[in-house]
């Protein structure tokens, strides 16, 4: 449906086909999904009023994966090379670039009783989103990260979009400020469980559903919520830290090193942690939105299938 409003210009091609591949590959389109439901819970009926207001965040989001998977020297996305491979780095920062102008472009057409509260929420979620980025990059060159540390991290990366895509349907909606607060709340408490069940499924899912390589942040020596953990529940860190930074000289090093990280995982219980904190979370998002007017079960919904995948 959002795709109906996302245009780009036929040129110059080199700036706008990687954007035009890059919505291609397509996704689960999770934030737009929300903003679109909440909208929805207040019997209105998807319009250009809540469609632009989507499509500015799932532009945003976007931009954020091109600029992200440079960083991460992700090869693929969703199962496809990503922009920066197919194309080039420098193509890639340029492209990235012009799809967070778009999403100005597209949350600058909301209604404009809103578009002060819309384009502040925007705006100090984008300035967040980089924020968390910058975070995790710190983190690339510390041994161990805090648990504490490593939460303030995927809150401003992760749950805050997620947040912010919960709001803004509200927002637009003209729903009171308390619900506003409340779903920005359910949102973000989703959108931790979403990053804690992405850190798992990153290790033991299926690397068809998951769209990239399993084991990419065990290779990548990643601080993920599984390293996170398994630093904090080992006795001997100095042997989990010299087998995680252990380097692969072959495919099949690396996969005899994604085995032995997972191993360790396994005989510390880190999966089972992983999947009670995803459940902690989801518990807090539906008690966020518990007390509301209006019907949320639908919420209970995406929230069962947003996080079912890792359960």
């Known amino acids: 449906m959002i795709e109906d409003v996302i245009k780009f210009p036929a040129e110059p091609a080199g700036l706008y086909d990687?954007?035009?591949?890059?919505?291609?590959?397509?996704?689960?389109?999770?934030?737009?999904t929300l903003c679109l439901k909440v909208y929805?819970?207040?019997?209105?009926?998807?319009?250009?009023?809540?469609?632009?207001?989507?499509a500015a965040i799932e532009l945003f989001h976007t931009f954020s994966l091109i600029h992200d998977d440079i960083m991460d020297r992700s090869p693929l996305r969703r199962g496809v090379p990503t922009v920066w491979k197919k194309w080039d780095e420098t193509t890639a920062i340029l492209s990235g670039d012009e799809m967070l102008i778009e999403a100005y472009k597209h949350i600058a057409k909301v209604p404009a009783a809103c578009l002060d509260r819309a384009l502040g929420l925007f705006t100090r979620t984008a300035s967040e989103v980089c924020e968390g980025q910058q975070y995790d990059m710190d983190f690339?060159?510390?041994d161990s990260v805090p648990m504490a540390a490593y939460e303030r991290m995927i809150g401003l990366k992760t749950a805050v979009l997620i947040a912010c895509s919960a709001k803004m349907g509200a927002i637009v909606a003209g729903a009171p400020e308390a619900e506003c607060e409340a779903l920005y709340r359910y949102g973000y408490e989703l959108g931790m469980a979403f990053q804690v069940a992405d850190d798992l499924l990153d290790a033991y899912g299926d690397e068809k559903v998951f769209g990239k390589p399993i084991g990419g942040d065990i290779l990548n020596e990643k601080k993920s919520w599984l390293t996170v953990r398994a630093l904090e529940k080992t006795s001997d860190?100095?042997?989990?830290?010299a087998a995680f930074k252990r380097q692969c000289a072959s495919l099949e090093e690396e996969k005899a090193k994604i085995a032995s990280i997972k191993a360790l995982y396994d005989s510390l219980g880190v999966p089972e942690d992983a999947r009670t904190v995803i459940e902690r979370y989801s518990g807090k998002a539906l008690e966020a939105v518990a007390g509301l007017?209006?019907?949320?079960?639908?919420?209970?919904?995406f929230a069962d299938k947003l996080i079912g995948r890792a359960r």
Do not use: H, N, Q
């Open 140 to 142: 690339e060159s510390l």
């Open 18 to 32: 990687p954007l035009r591949y890059m919505m291609g590959i397509g996704g689960k389109r999770i934030r737009p």
């Open 40 to 54: 929805g819970l207040y019997g209105k009926e998807p319009g250009p009023d809540i469609l632009e207001a989507a």
């Open 293 to 301: 007017g209006p019907d949320t079960s639908v919420l209970k919904d």
């Open 237 to 241: 860190p100095k042997a989990f830290l």
